[in-house]
């Protein structure tokens, strides 16, 4: 019993990290399905602990993280349905059914109390989140048509894994008799861990391939973030305004503090709206200079035209040019005349 509750707890941790640095929807939307699974792996540790040491006061927290869980599901969702993807002042208020949670916890003989009040917790939430994208796809349209469809199948699993979690919930509650601490069916708390266990791994697994419905939505998303799409145009405007791409020592890190943005993101929005990396998107810039000033002034040398579009060596120009034009620059500079 403990051993698969060390494996789900090692799941979730890992799926938290695999969200939390992940790309494609908002930073908020996954930073915050990131927390519910580091909320899950304390869980599943407090819930080791209550086994071996009953009594320790830090137990008092597990009703609060167990409150916590479904609102942070719920965060999730909202702010993906949501025009800006953002949290709002007004989403405080989830932090209360914790907090309610720890209190009735601390109430001397309030075990099928809490029981219920985390059972209707879940419950309110499954509602909630079923009522936000009550439009089913179209709940999602800010994020694009082919997004808004993958995130509704998605809504539908964190809804199914909710009411997995009530089942699971009352199972336990159902085996520890109201007793905290002391189960009555043991057989149906190891259920429970095998069946935590073996849901994490799935997950982990097929997402880490980029087959399961993690990466699927991941990938989609990647591809039609309309964030990325408005990011693109930004760089790009700010490559050609002071015409940077002629510096032939613009890495992708100085480029990206000349514009004020991370790195990462930088590249990341270069690869999904223009399907290249960062040294072929900047190439692509030269090159086109390269071409411009081969047809303005026919008569200039291909060395000078090649330092003066921020290529340092003959070679990479060379190679670079007949990559994007399909000749080399002589070739092309021919087919002027």
């Not at 080791?48 to 993280?65: E, F, H, M, N, T």
């Not at 349905?81 to 914790?98: C, F």
């Not at 919930?169 to 009555?184: W, Y």
Request: proline share 4%.
């Amino acid at each position: 019993m403990n051993a698969f509750l060390y494996v789900s707890a090692s799941l979730a941790f890992v799926l938290a990290i695999y969200f939390a640095t992940g790309s494609g929807t908002a930073k908020t939307s996954r930073r915050l399905l990131a927390a519910a699974m580091l909320t899950l792996t304390v869980l599943n540790l407090l819930v080791l602990l209550q086994i071996s040491q009953p009594g320790r006061a830090i137990l008092l927290i597990k009703p609060g993280l167990a409150a916590a869980f479904p609102a942070l599901l719920f965060l999730h969702i909202a702010t993906l349905v949501r025009a800006d993807q953002r949290l709002r002042a007004g989403d405080v208020i989830h932090l209360l059914g914790p907090l309610v949670a720890i209190v009735v916890r601390m109430v001397p003989g309030s075990g099928w109390a809490l029981d219920v009040l985390l059972f209707v917790l879940h419950l309110f939430y499954v509602g909630l989140i079923a009522w936000v994208t009550r439009r089913g796809a179209s709940s999602f349209a800010s994020l694009g048509a082919s997004l808004s469809i993958l995130l509704d199948r998605w809504r539908r699993l964190v809804l199914l894994f909710l009411g997995f979690g009530i089942l699971l919930d009352s199972l336990i509650a159902l085996a520890a008799g109201g007793d905290e601490g002391t189960f009555s069916h043991p057989w149906v708390f190891s259920l429970v861990g095998i069946l935590l266990a073996l849901g994490f791994a799935v997950l982990l697994v097929t997402s880490l391939h980029r087959v399961g419905p993690l990466a699927w939505v991941g990938s989609r998303s990647r591809q039609y973030n309309p964030g990325h799409e408005a990011l693109i145009q930004r760089l790009e405007d700010a490559l050609l305004k002071d015409r940077k791409f002629l510096d032939p020592n613009l890495t992708l890190r100085r480029f990206a503090s000349s514009v004020g943005l991370p790195a990462r993101e930088v590249s990341v929005a270069i690869n999904d709206n223009r399907k290249c990396n960062y040294n072929q998107w900047l190439n692509k810039f030269r090159v086109a200079e390269a071409q411009r000033m081969m047809r303005s002034d026919p008569e200039r040398s291909i060395t000078d035209i090649m330092y003066s579009s921020g290529f340092q060596n003959k070679s990479t120009f060379n190679a670079t040019f007949r990559s994007i034009v399909g000749v080399s620059p002589s070739a092309w500079r021919k087919q002027l005349d």
